[in-house]
């Protein structure tokens, strides 16, 4: 069984910055595909940023040029660095990880495993 744990969210003004990390065992993490996700109140879960076992990454155009995904292989550790916070980027945000890391992955049925989410809150 493989296990995700999120930390690193909390209470930002709008335009600060946040680092979210998701630590992984209990699995091959080094061949995972992972990706970063988010849910706000009343919304759908949405993709937010995705990085391959060879650093390959994609982001959602919300987030693009703002967020960057990144990974520590060493540490079984994914990263999600987050800069211009805005209100809309307020949610829970799940880290998940794909068995399959051939590619980067935007759609949630590709990933086998998550995380239980951390709180991001952006105030304007």
């Known amino acids: 069984q493989v296990q995700l744990v999120e930390s690193g969210g909390g209470l930002v003004q709008a335009g600060g910055s946040l680092r979210l990390s998701c630590a992984a065992s209990g699995g091959t993490f080094s061949i995972y595909t992972m990706g970063w996700f988010r849910q706000a109140p009343g919304k759908e879960r949405e993709f937010v940023a995705t990085i391959s076992w060879n650093r390959r990454t994609y982001y959602a155009d919300s987030v693009k040029g703002r967020f960057t995904i990144s990974r520590d292989n060493a540490n079984n550790t994914v990263y999600l660095q987050m800069n211009g916070l805005k209100p809309e980027d307020t949610a829970v945000y799940y880290c998940?990880?794909?068995?399959?890391?051939?590619?980067?992955?935007?759609?949630?049925?590709?990933?086998?495993?998550w995380g239980q989410g951390t709180q991001v809150t952006v105030s304007s």
């Open positions: 998940a990880a794909a068995k399959s890391g051939s590619s980067v992955f935007v759609r949630s049925y590709y990933y086998d495993y």
